[in-house]
């Protein structure tokens, strides 16, 4: 038996981006009853996104099955350093990346260093890489959204865990209450630190993250959900010298999120949530302060078809971040250090409140497009800005008599964003918004076609430009802690080329290419003329493919190479870089077996991050015989037992 | 799943996440603050200075474009330097004045006072203009420090070149650190002296110790008098004579270049001039020993 859950569902295919879900709901002895779901395009989604599923994260190699870090196979993301899962996205710095999970707005999504995410795999269904004008439930980021959408609750018991040489996560989710209700509680635990204490007893490495969701199913219509996330990492050093005995910390973070919603689903697909988020953020970094932010946010929005070609959005969200952290004594300080320290740590309330409507207008099978518009307003410190933020993109299908499906891309969008550190660290922010609203200003087009053997290929050139943005490569390769007031406008662009060739990894054979030709540049000041990037890579290519062997055996395998940094010389700012440092290049690779268990398996996964033991050049040093200064080899090898219930 | 069954898991979720919490600020390296507490002597406010050369000194004015910098000892024993809260602070010595250093290490501190110029125009060696801080002097004055120097740093290379002759010199781009203005008399003889100067030696350093988190008043006495005594013998016998015998056109004014020129007496010294410092090195270096420790009041 097929059950829709309404008529507007019932009439449209599985969407492109919310792809369709069946559960075997009857008990396994007794008469099938299966329930199908879908969605209709909504415009949650933005036609030039690229989504990965939550089988596919599992295998692409060197990502740990992290939902999250699975991105960096896509073309136009460019790592700080190979491994870190720090992205430039499009000439975007990482400040510049928001990270989402069922629109909860995370500082990070990563324990530290080369650790793993912090959202159990289990949890997530989807994860989603808006480059360009996204969705207008997002905002507040210059430069791209990084979406994650956790599963539907589960129907009958289910679980997933993982226990690997340097921790063990698990996730287990259960309905309960006649299957009204679900419960389901898991984390991750390192024994990092007992590890090293026993190669560098000095040296302290903890993380570990924590995830529950309730829901309880009000009616058939309504829903009533809980999603508490957290984290915790912690790096330090024992110092005997000078005395006292003391542990010198490097970071220290943490954050904790708990979103309670109330869900609706109407009869003609509209879909309603109200939700609010309480949250608290906590970090130190080594020779810095502590910082504390105490947030609540609220949201809500309503989607509904306003014909039968058209679906609307109209949403509002506001967050309020309550900062405050251990300013120095006056007199223990130098004023300037003072007042940078104010900047960061100063106790204020900063608020940030959005409005949008968004519409979607489907006329055919397969045609898109989707305009939104959206402002938002930033308050901190009794310093007002505020950031309009209209989008536009699009999938329409160009006629190609009976040759294979061609689809034009485009997208258009403004986006704004309050001040930003470089690098997203909990509860670390400007005040005052010095510099004023940044800005990105998105422009992309090109084309998807539909080729044999279940492949697809995208080609998008893209040039995008930002104002205001704070970012490594602003002040050279160092990072400048207490330099608050960006320089004056900041301008920087990115423009180039992204091919992305696939087909899933889940198939049984599946392979991928993406590679992104483009060029990152700062633009003019007062003071300085253009210049190259240091994160400009040029060229970013990745081939990488999986194959089901048989008797349980998966294996895949990824090549990444691109072009090494420029090098500039003793001078950080120079104007033209002497030349290319060394290209970098690194393979990841991952072997699974299988074994079926009940309607689960059991895996042992042996994956490498980087296996090839690669070194990347960052850096050259001429005083005069010159030698490259070299970061790595990071490399990250994992062996682990994995589970699903 | 039962209600306990999952009242039990959030339970534990909770405990698991109450167990972690980032540490608050620690404080590994103490520092804290020195207030300068400077205080004028008679002489800095204008009271006669009898010399024991028979003259009578009037310091009319004397205008110093100074600041304070501290140094202590970290705990892992390094020699760390405190921030000035101003650098380049303008002020008479007839006044009291306070030059602020913050972040020094807890514990024994030392503080000498340097002198700062004004920045006349750009310059590609790094010396920027600088905003005039100025604590109480009058505006002509003040404008002084605007201007080139009457006498300026200067340094004769071996080849017989100087240094002001270098086009971006540091004289030629900059102006006044001190300026000095007096008048002394002895039997119906009145010499006058009125010249800004740019070189001047940093005071003797000047010790006090240093509270966490605190703000800790160190005094000194502004003796101007001291530009008149040797300034190697801080208990030598306060002179003019020299000044007087520099008026070598007799017009009862001391010029700049009558000051370049002569040199003061040195008794030990050889007859090579070149072995004598002339009246202005004198007065560059007497100027480190104007700043007097003093008892708290």
């Known amino acids: 038996m097929f059950v829709f859950s309404s008529p507007a569902e019932a009439q449209s295919e599985p969407a492109q981006s919310e792809p369709a879900q069946s559960e075997r709901a009857a008990d396994q002895g007794g008469p099938d009853e299966v329930k199908i779901r879908g969605t209709r395009a909504k415009p949650n989604a933005s036609p030039t996104e690229h989504k990965i599923g939550r089988e596919e994260m599992k295998v692409i190699p060197g990502a740990f099955g992290d939902p999250y870090r699975a991105i960096d196979m896509l073309p136009g993301v460019v790592p700080t350093v190979s491994g870190l899962p720090y992205y430039y996205v499009r000439g975007a710095p990482p400040s510049a990346v928001g990270y989402f999970i069922d629109e909860i707005r ?11 995410g912090v959202i159990q795999p289990a949890l997530v269904d989807e994860v989603t890489l808006h480059p360009a004008a996204y969705p207008g439930r997002y905002g507040r980021y210059a430069g791209a959204i990084v979406a994650g959408k956790t599963r539907e609750p ?49 040296t302290t490495l903890a993380y570990r993250d924590y995830n529950a969701r309730v829901s309880y199913d009000l009616s058939d219509r309504w829903r009533l959900s809980a999603l508490a996330i957290g984290s915790y990492d912690y790096a330090a050093e024992t110092r005997r010298d000078p005395p006292p005995e003391h542990e010198e910390v490097f970071f220290a973070s943490e954050f904790h999120r708990l979103d309670l919603r109330l869900d609706r689903q109407g009869e003609n697909g509209a879909t309603t949530r109200i939700a609010t988020t309480f949250g608290l953020d906590r970090s130190r970094l080594e020779g810095s302060r502590f910082a504390q932010d105490f947030l609540f946010g609220a949201r809500a929005r309503h989607g509904a078809p306003l014909h039968r070609d058209v679906d609307i959005e109209v949403g509002l969200d506001t967050t309020i971040d309550h900062i405050s952290g251990d300013l120095p004594s006056l007199y223990a300080v130098g004023q300037q250090e003072l007042e940078n320290t104010k900047a960061f740590f100063e106790p204020r309330t900063d ?3 959005g409005a949008w409507v968004s519409g979607s207008w489907h006329p055919s099978r397969g045609f898109e497009l989707t305009a939104t518009a959206r402002a938002d307003v930033f308050t901190s410190k009794g310093e007002v800005g505020v950031g309009p933020s209209p989008r536009v993109s699009m999938r329409v299908p160009l006629p190609t008599r009976g040759g294979p499906k061609i689809v034009f891309l485009g997208a258009l969008g403004i986006a704004p964003q309050p001040p930003a550190f470089a690098i997203p660290i909990p509860a670390v922010g400007y005040s005052g918004l010095p510099g004023g609203i940044g800005f990105g200003y998105q422009k992309s087009a090109g084309a998807e076609i539909e080729l044999p053997w279940k492949f697809t290929a995208r080609a998008v050139g893209f040039h995008h430009s930002y104002f205001n943005l704070r970012d490594f490569s602003r002040t050279s390769s160092d990072i400048d802690l207490e330099r608050p007031v960006p320089v004056p406008s900041s301008p920087t662009q990115a423009y180039g080329a992204e091919l992305f060739v696939h087909r899933k990894l889940t198939e049984k054979v599946g392979a991928f290419l993406s590679y992104t030709l483009s060029r990152s540049e700062i633009g003019a000041t007062e003071t300085t003329p253009k210049r190259i990037s240091p994160f400009d890579r040029t060229h970013v290519l990745q081939i990488g493919g999986a194959v089901y062997l048989g008797a349980g055996f998966r294996t895949s395998a990824r090549f990444l190479t691109y072009r090494g940094w420029p090098d500039q010389g003793s001078d950080p700012n120079a104007l033209v870089a002497n030349d290319r440092l060394r290209p970098f290049f690194r393979v990841d690779a991952r072997i699974e077996k299988r074994w079926q268990w009940q309607t689960g398996y059991i895996a042992l996964v042996l994956e490498a991050l980087n296996a090839s033991a690669s070194k990347e050049v960052v850096k050259r040093i001429c005083d005069p015989d010159c030698r490259d200064e070299t970061i790595g080899p990071i490399v990250a090898p994992s062996l682990g037992v994995e589970g699903v219930l | 799943m039962s209600t306990r069954a999952v009242a039990c ?29 400077l205080r004028p002597s008679p002489a800095a406010l204008g009271e006669p200075i009898m010399t024991s050369d028979g003259w009578t000194v009037h310091v009319d004015a004397f205008v110093l474009q100074a600041f304070a910098n501290a140094s202590g000892e970290t705990p892992d024993g390094a020699d760390s330097f405190g921030k000035p809260a101003q650098t380049d602070v303008l002020f008479p010595a007839s006044r009291p004045t306070e030059l602020v250093t913050y972040a020094i290490p807890a514990g024994p501190a030392s503080i000498q006072i340097g002198f700062s110029i004004h920045g006349l125009k750009p310059s590609l060696h790094g010396v920027q203009a600088i905003r005039q801080n100025n604590q109480g002097v009058a505006p002509e004055l003040a404008e002084r420090f605007n201007q080139p120097p009457d006498i300026a740093f200067d340094y004769e290379f071996p080849d017989g070149t100087h240094l002001s002759d270098e086009p971006d010199a540091v004289s030629n781009i900059g102006g006044p650190a001190f300026l000095l203005i007096a008048h002394a008399e002895k039997a119906g003889r009145t010499i006058k002296l009125d010249v800004s100067m740019q070189d001047a030696f940093p005071s003797d350093p000047i010790y006090g110790t240093v509270v966490a988190n605190a703000l800790t008043n160190v005094y000194a006495t502004i003796a101007v008098e001291n530009l008149f005594r040797d300034e190697d013998d801080k208990s030598a016998p306060l002179l003019f004579e020299d000044f007087a015998a520099a008026d070598t056109n007799h017009d009862g004014v001391l010029s700049p270049k009558e000051l370049q020129v002569a040199r003061e007496p040195c008794p030990g010294c050889s007859d090579v001039l070149a072995q004598r410092m002339t009246l202005v090195q004198a007065i560059s270096r007497r100027i480190s020993n104007i700043f007097v420790p003093a008892p708290s009041p």
């Open chain 1, 106 to 116: 995370v500082p990070f999504l990563f324990h530290f260093a080369l650790g793993p």
């Open chain 1, 154 to 202: 589960p129907t009958t018991l289910s679980g997933e865990g993982q226990l690997r040489i340097y921790d063990a996560g698990l996730y287990v989710e259960s309905p309960f209450a006649n299957g009204r209700a679900t419960a389901g509680v898991g984390g991750r635990f390192s024994y990092t630190a007992a590890l090293l204490s026993l190669v560098t007893p000095d």
């Open chain 2, 9 to 37: 898991l959030v339970t534990l979720a909770v405990l698991s996440s109450s167990s972690s919490c980032v540490p608050s600020t620690a404080d590994a390296d103490p520092r804290g603050a020195i207030a300068l507490q």
């Open chain 1, 351 to 353: 608020t940030a409140t």
